[in-house]
């Protein structure tokens, strides 16, 4: 039902969009966020969004380099990734929320698949 895609090899400095469609039912009305797994690696919280668009929350680490946006007509979230780090490199997962907001508490109620992005230093 959550199907990201954007993915792939980029050297550091460099820029990726992410998106993450879904299909079947609507999550207009639900917060959506973006967790990253990297090897060896928990997998940790990157961005939410509420279901508005209004509200967003990142980790520091992705604090003025990433931003999350969702288009609800399209049903799609997206995640802009600029001045990537090799430290960025992980499997990227889509996820939406329990709840409206943007909190990392209630994400994971549905799992996208996933999409590699590895950042070359």
């Known amino acids: 039902q959550l199907q990201a895609s954007g993915g792939g090899l980029v050297q550091a400095g460099g820029s990726l969009r992410l998106s993450c469609a879904a299909s079947?039912?609507?999550?207009?009305?639900?917060?959506m966020g973006w967790f990253r797994q990297a090897p060896g690696k928990e997998r940790e919280f990157v961005a939410g969004?509420?279901?508005?668009?209004?509200?967003?929350d990142y980790t520091d680490s992705v604090k003025g380099r990433f931003a999350i946006s969702r288009d609800n007509a399209e049903n799609t979230v997206y995640q802009q990734m600029n001045s990537l780090k090799p430290e960025d490199t992980a499997v990227y997962y889509c996820?939406?929320?329990?709840?409206?907001?943007?909190?990392?508490?209630?994400?994971?109620?549905?799992w996208g698949q996933g999409t590699q992005v590895t950042v070359s230093s």
């Open positions: 969004i509420s279901w508005s668009g209004i509200s967003t």
């Open positions: 996820t939406a929320s329990r709840k409206e907001g943007s909190s990392r508490m209630f994400m994971g109620a549905y």
């Open positions: 079947g039912r609507s999550f207009s009305s639900y917060g």
